[in-house]
C-alpha cells in the first residue's frame, strides 16, 4: 500500500528546482541592493579616531539598540540568555504532535506566531533601527533626515519613582544616604522602599497574570495539555519577550527609563 501511494516528492527536480530559483532571486536582490546602497567603507583604521557613532557588525546591532532600553547587565546577558533558553526549551515546551517533521500555521499557529514576532519584530526591527535609523550620538533620525552630529534632543528621562515621588506625592525620591538616624548596613530598605511601585508593577505582572490568562480558552487548553511547569516556563518567557516592546513604547511616548532603580545595587529594570 505503501508503494501505490503517489505522494513521495523527489530531490529532483522538484526541491533542486525549487532551490535553484530562490538562489538565483537571493543573488538578484544582492546584486541589486549592491548597485543601489554604497558600501560603507571608511578611512583606514585609526587609533586616535573614534567613529560617531561607533556601531557593533550589523548582527550584534540589535544589542546595543537594546542598551537604549535596558542596563547592560539586561541587555548584554539576560536577553541573550533567555534567547538560548527559550530556543532550547522550544522543542520541550510545544507537545504538539500533529506536524511532525513538518510545520503548517494551521496546526501551529500560536507557536509559529510567537517566534516571527520575537525573530522579527524583537530582532530584525532592532536590527534596522541601529543600521538605518540611529546616526551620530546614538541619536534617532527618520529615513530621510540628514545626519547633524550636532543634533540636540531634550529627553528628560523619568522612572517610575519619579512619577510617583515628584510628580505625584510633591517630594524629593527617598535617597538612603540621607538618613542618619538609620544604620548603615539597614539603610537599603530605604531604597527598596523607594521603588515599592516598580516592585509592585513588575512583580504582579509577572506573578499574577500567570493564572489570569488562564481564563482564557486557548491558554487553558495549553495548560491541560503541557502541565503546570512547562505552562510556567512558557508564560514567564512570553512575558520577558512582551517586555521588550513594552519598554520601547513607554521610553518613546514618557521617556521612561526604569521601572525599578536601584543604583546602590546596580541593579536597575
Sequence with gaps: MEEDRDDK?????????????????????LFLWAIIAKAPLEQPANPGYAPNPAKAPW?????????????????????????IVGLAAMPFI??????NGYYTLKERPFAISTWLFGFLILWVVLIFFGTFLRGPNWSF?????FWDPHK???????????????????????VPNNYTNIPENL??????????????????????????VLRFTVFRRMYENMGAIRYVIMVMLLLFMALMPIKMVLRWTMNLKYFIYLPEFNANL
Excluded at 9 to 29: F, K, N, R, S
Excluded at 62 to 83: C, H, K, N, R, S
Excluded at 141 to 145: K, L, Q, R, S, T
Excluded at 187 to 212: K, M, N, Q, S, T
Design 9 to 29: 516528492v523527489l530531490v529532483w527536480p522538484d526541491l533542486v528546482y525549487t532551490e535553484l530559483i530562490c538562489l538565483i532571486l537571493g543573488t538578484a536582490a
Design 141 to 145: 533620525f527618520g529615513p530621510y533626515e
Design 59 to 83: 548582527y550584534f546591532l540589535g544589542l546595543q539598540e537594546m542598551l537604549v532600553y535596558f542596563d547592560p547587565w539586561m541587555a548584554g546577558v539576560v536577553y541573550p540568555g533567555l534567547i
Design 187 to 212: 539603610r537599603w530598605i530605604v531604597a527598596i522602599y523607594r521603588e515599592w511601585l516598580g516592585f509592585v508593577l513588575v512583580f504582579g505582572v509577572y506573578f499574577l497574570l500567570v493564572p489570569v
Design 94 to 99: 510545544d507537545v504538539n504532535p500533529k506536524g
Design 152 to 174: 540636540q534632543e531634550a529627553l528628560n528621562n523619568q522612572d517610575i519613582s519619579n512619577l510617583f515621588w515628584n510628580r505625584l506625592m510633591h517630594t524629593a525620591r527617598p
